[in-house]
């Protein structure tokens, strides 16, 4: 995962980006669209990034992810 990737989600969890609606389901602000927000849960989220993933990964053995993925894992080991 790219550094930068977990810049955003460390910005996401901390600005407050992050609702839990769900067990598995939270609901993640974009971090370039202040008025989109993604449905995301612990290994799929609806953003262009993820959905795109391994179209710019070519399936290099990496499991797809994105900022708003990683934001979860973060909100859920700072919330346990």
Known sequence: MSANTLRKAKK?????GVSKIDDDLF????SSDPDKSYFVTSDTCE?????????FHHGKGLKANCSHLE???IFKK???
Do not use: D, T
Request: charged share 25%.
């Open 27 to 30: 609901q993640i602000k974009s």
């Open 78 to 80: 700072e919330n346990s």
């Open 12 to 16: 996401l969890v901390e600005s407050g």
């Open 47 to 55: 953003c262009p990034g993820f959905k795109n993933f391994y179209k």
């Open 71 to 73: 934001a979860i894992r």
